[in-house]
């Protein structure tokens, strides 16, 4: 029997700058669109390369010139929430592109276009520590687990639909502790 999916949810920013009007360009230096997804969780898009499944968390966040007054930050955020309704609540990216990204620290935007945050469940370093070593051994443990076992299609299916519901439920806690906390 496979060892029942645990998800991996990470934060990803992406700079979505480019999207944006003119106007609201030139008063921010940056605008990062922020997403969770959960790491072990690859699909296809009609194409073989496989991605992660986005899905939108919150307003897009901004990194603003120096100069920016609260008043003029207050204003370009209601511009970015009301820009933000229109958002794909769930959008695709290659795995390439995101098992590559540098990581960023929790609350923080990236260095550069795009960064990857795991989603800790303890902000205490300990417990932080122990979950990197659980995860780490789930990693190993079923990736022996797929290499040795000769499944049936019937059986990789019901892994395949048990996994969705997994992940499904840990986006939803998750994307709850991202509206409670600044991530």
């Known amino acids: 029997?496979?060892?029942?999916?645990?998800?991996?949810?990470?934060?990803v920013k992406i700079d979505?700058?480019?999207n944006w009007c003119p106007e609201i360009r030139r008063r921010v230096k940056r605008i990062f669109g922020v997403y969770l997804f959960d790491a072990r969780r690859r699909v296809h898009c009609c194409e073989i390369a496989s991605s992660h499944e986005l899905h939108f968390v919150r307003e897009s966040q901004a990194e603003f010139h120096d100069e920016t007054t609260e008043e003029e930050r207050e204003e370009?955020?209601?511009i970015l929430m009301e820009g933000d309704a229109a958002t794909d609540p769930i959008s695709y990216i290659h795995c390439s592109r995101l098992d590559n990204?540098?990581?960023f620290d929790e609350g923080f935007l990236p260095q550069g276009e795009i960064g990857v945050?795991?989603?800790?469940?303890s902000h205490r370093p300990e417990e932080r520590k122990a979950e990197d070593e659980a995860?780490?051994?789930y990693d190993d443990r079923t990736k022996e687990e797929w290499e040795?076992?000769?499944l049936s299609d019937e059986e990789i299916e019901a892994w395949k639909e048990a996994a969705d519901k997994a992940t499904a439920e840990a986006i939803e806690e998750a994307m709850e502790y991202s509206h409670q906390n600044c991530i």
Do not use: G, Q
């Not at 029997?1 to 934060?11: D, Q, S």
């Not at 945050?117 to 469940?121: A, F, H, L, Q, W």
């Open 148 to 150: 040795s076992f000769d």
């Open 16 to 18: 979505e700058t480019e």
């Open 135 to 137: 995860d780490a051994a």
């Open 101 to 103: 990204a540098p990581e």
């Open 117 to 121: 945050c795991k989603v800790y469940n």
């Open 76 to 78: 370009i955020a209601r």
């Open 1 to 11: 029997m496979l060892t029942p999916h645990e998800p991996l949810i990470k934060t």
